[in-house]
């Protein structure tokens, strides 16, 4: 059974209907590994409803939480915002300082990422925290909180481990600067609430006059306040919530205090860049949910997350492991259609656990929800699914024909394509493998340019190689071979090989040579998938230059 199927039986267990929760924090850019939890989230939506349960989605966003610091992106300006809610505070200009013009902190790192979740098939109420707050949303909680105070306490300390500081309270005012930081409650008599900030001024808050921002719940107070609230049976979050006494070990015994069950818990690990490890906006070390979707089809980084399990770790590698990804993808569903809908009577119990596996991945990497990939409603059309050239393949393609028609033509010529007009599938993964190129992301080692003549370095790696006096005559009859030969790659490697074994030639040095004349370099990727997609004229000149340059 898919993951996300195994957590929707769990929540039919408890009951018919159901609200699963994301959330995220708009402290800065967003990055590809915040697309985990927002994915999760829907998938398992999209499992409930298919399993027959009322199942919706909600997008928490905390833009209450205060500004903790100025970060490396902001200028310096921002230090009179810190302690000052997200949602309260201007976003920044290109240069780092505050656009008093424009939306607030919050909503200008929000919208590309909700944008982002469009794109990709996500698309959640939205649960604004510092609107939520304005409106009175967290009062009930507040109240009872401070009621509760000594009990909240004690399970923070007992179930944390550490001790909290004999000022503490379970909210937190903003000042007379609208900071929350150094803000101390100096009494309350519900719904007022006293204090001083670092200042020393000192005032009262009116909970019960709505519309304004008066201040927030501590994050352990606050997640198990919004569960009962926005009444959520379910929530995906990080391992770091999820470690023994942490915020949701916290939060269990508190939410209880408000008369509401903990929602089921669903921890995922991180998505890291390969070779580079965490991403961190901060740092620099990311790439944007926005930045992802223009170098893969949504359906592909949506197979990234259907195919592993939440608390299984995930490297997103840009280079060649994003190729094999797509690939994979293409595969796999190519697979599934062809074994049609329902699995052959005599199948074992193992082989149809993984066979309903894979139905699973491809059903929940559509962007669009789908009760089945063989209804009606299935993929077709422009969606993405199986393709007759491999992702792989289109990317070399790609690097050798500069123009699109040329490409389309190729395709066509080699069989891959009934005619010289593309599908819309096929012209939505060009665009993406041309933005992959154009990026930094695209592996170096997997780049390519066919020479259009013998360069000076090709040159003179030609002549070192042409001591031993074999590689004159491997190029004649190489010519002759690949002159005469079918033009397809099984043929054309043949007729690369065969010449250098017929003079006992070695290989490598034959291989070499090739790619020297033809990609500039000492080795490339398989040099017949490359030869393939040329004429045979221009492969046949190059060699006939090379020739008479040695």
């Keep these: 059974m898919h993951w996300a199927d195994f957590q929707a039986s769990r929540l039919a267990k408890r009951s018919a209907d159901h609200i699963i929760a994301t959330g995220i924090t708009p402290s800065g850019e967003f990055h590809i590994g915040h697309l985990r939890e927002s994915l999760t989230g829907e998938m398992l939506t999209r499992a409930a409803c298919d399993a027959g349960l009322s199942a919706e989605m909600i997008f928490i966003v905390d833009s209450a939480d205060p500004l903790r610091r100025v970060y490396k992106f902001l200028s310096e300006e921002y230090s009179q915002y810190i302690g000052h809610p ?50 009175g949303r967290f009062n009930d909680a507040i109240k009872i909180f401070i009621e509760k105070r000594h009990e909240v306490r004690e399970i923070i300390e007992r179930v944390s481990g550490r001790e ?75 391992k770091d ?170 395709l066509h010529k080699s069989g891959h394509m009934e005619s010289v007009t593309p599908s819309g599938q096929q012209i939505v993964r060009l665009e993406k493998i041309r933005s992959w190129l154009a990026s930094e992301h695209f592996p170096e080692s997997f780049r390519i340019v066919v020479q259009k003549e013998i360069t000076p370095d090709a040159q003179f790696a030609l002549s070192e190689l042409a001591r031993d006096g074999q590689v004159g005559t491997y190029l004649h009859n190489a010519h002759s071979s690949l002159s005469e030969c079918d033009w397809d790659v099984t043929s054309i490697n043949n007729a690369i090989c065969e010449p250098a074994k017929d003079i006992e030639m070695d290989l490598s040095d034959a291989f070499t040579a090739m790619y020297w004349m033809f990609l500039g370099m000492n080795k490339g990727p398989k040099l017949a998938s490359i030869l393939v997609m040329l004429s045979r004229d221009e492969v046949l000149q190059l060699i006939a230059n090379a020739k008479s340059n040695i």
Excluded at 177 to 198: N, Y
Excluded at 255 to 263: F, I, K, M, R, S
Excluded at 338 to 363: C, N
Excluded at 367 to 386: C, H, Q, R, T
Aim: aromatic share 12%; charged share 25%; hydrophobic share 40%.
């Design 241 to 410: 919530h999820g470690t023994a006494g942490g915020s949701y070990d916290t939060g269990k015994e508190i939410v209880a205090l408000l008369g509401y069950d903990a929602p089921v818990a669903l921890t995922y690990e991180w998505i890291q860049l390969k070779g580079i490890g965490a991403m961190s906006s901060s740092a620099g070390i990311a790439i944007g949910p926005l930045e992802a979707l223009e170098l893969v089809p949504p359906q592909i980084l949506r197979f990234l997350i259907a195919r592993n399990k939440p608390n299984r770790h995930i490297d997103f590698d840009t280079g060649d492991a994003l190729i094999s990804l797509a690939d994979i993808y293409e595969r796999q569903f190519a697979k599934v259609m062809e074994e049609g809908e329902f699995p052959p009577e005599d199948m074992k119990r193992r082989k149809k656990i993984a066979w309903e596996v894979d139905r699973a991945q491809i059903r929940f990497s559509q962007v669009e929800p789908i009760a089945s990939l063989f209804s009606a409603e299935g993929v077709g059309g422009d969606g993405y699914g199986a393709s007759s050239v491999t992702f792989r393949y289109l990317t070399m393609l790609a690097q050798v024909r500069g123009c699109d028609d040329e490409v389309w033509s190729s």
């Design 86 to 135: 997200l949602g309260s505070i201007p976003a920044p200009n290109p240069d780092g300082s505050p656009n008093h013009d424009g939306e607030s902190y919050a909503a200008h790192f929000l919208n590309p990422f909700i944008e982002a979740l469009r794109q990709i098939g996500v698309k959640p109420r939205i649960v604004d925290n510092f609107q939520s707050y304005k409106e």
């Design 164 to 238: 909290l500081t004999e000022d503490w309270f379970p909210f937190s005012p903003v000042g007379a600067d609208g900071s929350m930081d150094g803000v101390c409650v100096t009494g309350h008599e519900w719904p007022l609430i006293h204090w001083r900030d670092s200042n020393g001024v000192a005032g009262t808050h009116d909970l019960s006059r709505l519309g304004k921002f008066y201040g927030k719940l501590p994050w352990r107070l606050d997640w198990p306040a919004r569960w009962a609230w926005n009444e959520v049976s379910c929530e995906p979050f990080g």
